[in-house]
C-alpha cells in the first residue's frame, strides 16, 4: 500500500510548481483576478464565467499537400538558409521526410537531418539533438513526426540558445532562455497536439515523465497537411485519436476550463466521435485523416490554455512504472475517472456528452453527463485497445507502486487542476479499478 500523499505537505514547492505548471493559463489568473479589485464589483459578481485571457495562436496553415510547399513556406518567415529536420526513424524510412527535403532544395535551403529518436520522448534525445543543432547553427528547426518527434524539435531548439542541459528545465526549475531559430512544425500523427502548445514532455534520467513550459516553445509556423497521416498505423491511429479526445475532454472540463477553451475542446470531441472509426476501417480515407488532425490541433489548444487533470497524472505515471503508450493510458485512466468527474461538472460534461453522441432532449443534466461516462466507455472500446493492463506487466499488486507515481511531483498540479477534487483513498479506487481489469 502507498504511504500517506499530500499534494501541498511542502506548501511552498507545490505552489510554486502550480505556478510555473499554469503560469499562463486560466487557472493561475482565476485566483489572481480574483484578488483584482477590477475584478470584484457588482459586474463580475452576477458573472457564471471566470475572469480569463487567452491570447496564444499560432501560424496554423491547413492544406492537403502543403507539405511540398514548405521551402516557399521558410521563405515567407525569413527561415530558407539552412534548416535542420528533426524526426524519426520509422517516418524517414515511410518516405515521409522526401517531400519536405525536396521542397526546400528547390529553393535551395541546405539540409540537415537528426532522427536518433527512440520511443517516446527523453532528455537524452533531446540533449543529443541540441548539439546537433549547436553545430549546424539552423535558421530553422522543422519537427516532422508524432509528438515525440515534435516534442524534441521544441525542446531542443530552446536548450540549444543556452549551455545548460535539457533536465534543467525540467518543471521549469530555471527559465527557458530565447531559441535563435524558427520553429515549424509538421505533425505526421493525430493526437497529441504538441504543435501548438508551449509544452515539452519528456521522461528524465530517472525514468519520470516531466515537463517544460515557456513561450520559447510555441511554433513560427504549423503546417497540416493530413495526406502526411495516412500511412500512421491501426494502433497509433487509434492511440493518438484518444490522446487527443482525452486532451479535449480535460481541458473543457478542468478548474482552469474557460469559454474559448470549450469551444476548441468541445468541438474536437466532435470531430474525433464523428471520424475516428473511419479512419480506423479506411486509412486511406484523406477526409477522415484531415478531420482527426483539425481535431488533434484543436485539442491542442485547448489544453494550452486549461492544462489537463487527473487522466494525465495517471497517464504519466502509467508511462512512468512500465512504459504505457500516453494515448492508451490517459484513455484508459479517464475511463475509470470520467463517472466521478460527471458529477462534479454537470453543465460542461452534459455539452461533452451531447458531443460524444448522446441524445440529450429534455433529459436532464446530470443524467446526461452520465450517460456521457457511459459513451466515452463505450467509444474507447470501439477502437479496440487493450483495456487490461496485465498484458504490460501491471495487476492489483502495483497499485501502491502506480499511486506513488501518480503523487510524483511533477503530477501534482494536474491533480489539483482536475474539477474532481480527489483524495488519496479515490486515487487509491481509481488506480485498483484500472489495474484490477
Not at 539540409?111 to 549546424?136: P, Q, Y
Not at 482536475?418 to 487509491?428: D, G, H, L, P, V
Amino acid at each position: 500500500m502507498a504511504g500517506s500523499h499530500n499534494p501541498k505537505m511542502n506548501a511552498h514547492k507545490f505552489n510554486c510548481l502550480l505556478k510555473s505548471y499554469m503560469s499562463e493559463s486560466n487557472f493561475l489568473r482565476t485566483n489572481r483576478d480574483a484578488q483584482n479589485p477590477a475584478c470584484d464589483g457588482p459586474q463580475m459578481k452576477n458573472l457564471k464565467i471566470p475572469a480569463f485571457n487567452y491570447s496564444f495562436m499560432p501560424a496554423v496553415k491547413f492544406a492537403s499537400g502543403l507539405a511540398s510547399e514548405i521551402g516557399e513556406e521558410l521563405k515567407a518567415i525569413g527561415a530558407a538558409s539552412q534548416v535542420l529536420i528533426i524526426s524519426d526513424p520509422g517516418v524517414i524510412a515511410a518516405g515521409l521526410g522526401d517531400t519536405v527535403t525536396a521542397s526546400l532544395k528547390k529553393q535551395g535551403v541546405a539540409v540537415d537531418l537528426f532522427n536518433d529518436l527512440k520511443g517516446e520522448t527523453s532528455a537524452a534525445s533531446i540533449d543529443a539533438a541540441t548539439e546537433t543543432i549547436r553545430a549546424c547553427r539552423p535558421s530553422a528547426v522543422i519537427g516532422l513526426g508524432g509528438g515525440s518527434a515534435l516534442d524534441v524539435a521544441k525542446m531542443a531548439t530552446v536548450v540549444a540558445a543556452a549551455d545548460h542541459s535539457t533536465e534543467s528545465y525540467a518543471l521549469m526549475r530555471r527559465p527557458l532562455p530565447p531559441r535563435a531559430a524558427k520553429l515549424v512544425m509538421l505533425p505526421t500523427t493525430a493526437g497529441t497536439g504538441a504543435e501548438v502548445t508551449r509544452t515539452a514532455v519528456f521522461t528524465d534520467s530517472r525514468g519520470h515523465k516531466v515537463w517544460a513550459w515557456g513561450d520559447a516553445l510555441a511554433a513560427d509556423l504549423v503546417i497540416l497537411d493530413p495526406a502526411l497521416t495516412v500511412s500512421l498505423p491501426h494502433a497509433l491511429t487509434a492511440a493518438t485519436g484518444l490522446d487527443a479526445m482525452v486532451h479535449a475532454i480535460e481541458a473543457c472540463t478542468v478548474k482552469s476550463s474557460h469559454p474559448f477553451v470549450q469551444a476548441n475542446g468541445l468541438h474536437a470531441i466532435r470531430l474525433i466521435y464523428q471520424h475516428l472509426a473511419g479512419a480506423l476501417e479506411r486509412p486511406q480515407d484523406l477526409n477522415a485523416r484531415a478531420n482527426l488532425l483539425t481535431a488533434s490541433t484543436l485539442a491542442g489548444l485547448a489544453i494550452d490554455g486549461a492544462g489537463t487533470g487527473l487522466a494525465h497524472s495517471i497517464g504519466h505515471a502509467l508511462g512512468t512504472i512500465a512504459g504505457i503508450h500516453h494515448g492508451r493510458a490517459v484513455a484508459l485512466a479517464l475511463d475509470v475517472i470520467f463517472p466521478k468527474n460527471a458529477t462534479t461538472a454537470i453543465n460542461i460534461h452534459a455539452e461533452i456528452a451531447a458531443a460524444l453522441g448522446v441524445q440529450v432532449d429534455k433529459t436532464a443534466a446530470a443524467q446526461t453527463a452520465k450517460m456521457g461516462a457511459q459513451a466515452f466507455g463505450g467509444f474507447i472500446r470501439r477502437t479496440g485497445i487493450e483495456l487490461s493492463l496485465k498484458p504490460d506487466g501491471l495487476s492489483p499488486k502495483d497499485v501502491g507502486r502506480l499511486v506513488d507515481a501518480i503523487y510524483s511531483e511533477e503530477n501534482l498540479p494536474m491533480i489539483e487542476n482536475n474539477c474532481y477534487s480527489a483524495n488519496e483513498s479515490a486515487i487509491s479506487e481509481f488506480a485498483r479499478q484500472l489495474l484490477s481489469r
